[in-house]
């Protein structure tokens, strides 16, 4: 923003007038350019001022003055030396900021009032000077004020541009600025401004943000929303930024809705185990202390989890999961704790927040713990005993408050019995423990789970089911399920897919692997050669032989490994975890 002595012309020609008034002679005032800007006498406005006096005062910054023009060597040089008329020449510097911005130049053409100066020099120079000086603060009180304006309404355009309302206010409460946010929010037809309001804190928070009782005129209303020091203008004010009410419940609803909806009203059936699960979350989600989920995989460890959350008072606070398994064991300790900028080689130059920090608040879900390794074993044993956690690479401690909810499809005992697994993290992490039945065990539960999987696949296709054939019901009830829901999900899908434009799941629809079931163990038992007849309960010898043979057939590479699991309906992580567990080599 250029500002010059151009922009306060008007009030320059009121200073030049008294000045001239005054002494009696022709008075200019001019920028730094010498370019008159206003004053007395013939020269026109826009002209170069011209004189000694004035380019000598630009050059040495100080007061000049001529008492002998033609004379003084000042003049020696000045191609109108012989032709001038002038007596005697002021100049004097006009500065802002020690910068020289013009001139109040005077000049006189009479010897009478030449002398009547000379008599008294040193009162006319000091006046000059103080007009020069009431220039330069004039000057700098219009900048300010031009600078304060341009700073307004770039405020303005932030707090307008801002999808919250908006209050600033002085010592007396007194309102001075408000966005249109803030009187849409508030719902208020007048304007508020030079008005008086009060806020009042509920001591209450809603997603961590304060809530408060603001009242203007008649108008009163909770809102959310933090007050702010405001200090920027040299005035003693403050910033109310806030939100209603019912955005921040509608922005509540539509998180809990996406992410972590999941009631006891998502755990289907109508056993008496899957009753009783539901009321033991229940009853115990207000607790803050750890949970163990077991079972095997595919019966829900993380829909019992998100339930707990859902149900305790957490459920507007993060729920953050993290799958032990999946991730390599070199990244696992920065995914949970975080780590600082330079913490280790290809970390994040910003550094990163870990899982611990994210789910402050609320509850983290540890899956699979079985498989974490010793050495963080003991680093989460910690963070539960101090609820504290410290960034790779950081010696700031940080306060947690969170809940621990931990899963795993292994037999954790068996782990610490082999040395895999520490006991006393063990015990911390059972305080509250979960352990759910396979789906095989509670038959009642199948059709139910089987009809709510129909209403998920009607919505996300174009099909429209009603019905299961009772040829299929009974089919699904008599099988084994050894992948659980998940297999019973996968199932359903597929029968969705092949169907056709009908109501109902007939036979056509039943993969192949659920019919025929005795014949097929005949097949199994023969394909695979045994070398003893096995009992059927003993199922892990069966799968042990099963992943060696076929190893041997697909080969233990990576892509062998894939085309073992898919044939197995598990993941590629169980199918390794397996294969360590029988110590297949």
């Known amino acids: 923003m250029k500002v010059n002595l151009q922009d306060i012309k008007e009030e320059l020609k009121k200073y030049a007038n008294t000045i001239s008034k005054l002494f009696s002679m022709d008075v200019g005032i001019c920028d730094k350019n010498l370019v008159r800007i206003t004053g007395s006498g013939p020269q026109k406005i826009g002209e170069i001022i011209k004189g000694r006096a004035n380019k000598k005062a630009l050059e040495t910054g100080e007061t000049t ?34 910068k020289i911005i013009g001139l109040i130049s005077l000049v006189s053409f009479d010897e009478k009032q030449k002398e009547k100066i000379e008599n008294d020099l040193k009162n006319y120079l000091d006046f000059v000077e103080q007009m020069a000086e009431l220039i330069s603060i004039r000057f700098t009180e219009y900048k300010e004020n031009l600078e304060k304006a341009e700073r307004e309404n770039v405020l303005s355009t932030i707090l307008n541009t801002l999808q919250k309302g908006v209050i600033r206010f002085d010592e007396n409460n007194i309102i001075t600025t408000r966005n249109k946010y803030a009187l849409k929010k508030i719902d208020i037809d007048s304007e508020i ?38 200090e920027s203008f040299g005035r003693n004010e403050k910033l109310f930024i806030f939100d209603d009410m019912n955005k921040v419940n509608s922005n509540i609803r539509e998180l809990v809705e996406t992410s972590n909806s999941v009631s006891t009203k998502n755990i289907i059936g109508e056993s008496h185990f899957t009753r009783e699960l539901k009321e033991r979350i229940k009853r115990v989600s207000l607790s803050k202390s750890t949970v163990l989920i077991t079972g095997e995989s595919g019966t829900g460890k993380e829909l019992v989890a998100r339930a707990l959350h859902f149900h305790s008072d957490r459920r507007n606070a993060p729920f953050i999961v993290i799958n032990c398994a999946a991730i390599p064991d070199s990244l696992l300790e920065s995914e949970l704790f975080g780590y600082v900028k330079g913490a280790f080689t290809g970390a994040d130059k910003n550094g990163r927040m870990g899982k611990f920090e994210l789910s402050n608040g609320g509850v983290i879900f540890l899956d699979e713990i079985g498989d974490m390794p010793l050495y963080l074993q003991a680093k989460l044993l910690r963070v539960i005993q101090e609820r504290k956690v410290t960034r790779i690479g950081s010696n ?117 692997k659920l019919l025929n079931i005795d014949e097929k163990v005949k097949v199994n038992e023969k394909t695979f050669d045994f070398e003893k007849n096995y009992k059927l309960d003993d199922f892990e010898e069966i799968e042990k032989n099963y992943i060696k043979k076929a190893l041997k057939i697909y080969g233990s590479d990576t892509d062998g490994k894939k085309e073992i699991s898919k044939k197995m309906s598990i993941g590629l992580t169980t199918l390794y975890r397996k294969i360590q567990k029988y110590e297949i080599v």
């Open 396 to 512: 700031r401690v940080i306060d947690l408050d969170i809940r621990i909810i931990s899963a795993t499809n292994v037999d954790l005992e068996k782990r610490i019995e082999e040395k895999k697994f520490r006991s006393d993290l063990y015990y911390r992490l059972k305080v509250i423990p979960f352990e759910l039945i396979p789906l095989r065990h509670r038959k009642e539960d199948i059709l139910p789970i089987a009809y709510k999987l129909i209403k998920k696949y009607n919505k996300i296709t174009d099909k429209y089911i009603q019905n299961i054939d009772e040829k299929v019901e009974n089919i699904l009830l008599d099988y084994n399920w050894p992948g659980n829901i998940r297999e019973l999900e996968n199932t359903i899908e597929f029968m969705f897919s092949i169907s056709n434009n009908g109501e109902t799941l007939d036979v056509s629809t039943v993969p192949e």
């Open 193 to 230: 401004i030079g008005k008086k309001v009060k806020i009042e804190s509920l001591e209450d928070f809603l997603m961590k943000e304060e809530i408060f009782k603001l009242k203007i005129d008649y108008k009163e209303v909770e809102v959310v929303g933090k007050i702010l020091p405001f």
């Open 65 to 98: 003055v001529i008492l002998n023009p033609r004379e003084d060597s000042i003049c020696d040089g000045c191609s109108e030396k012989k032709c001038c008329l002038e007596t005697l020449e002021i100049s004097t510097p006009i500065r802002n900021e020690k």
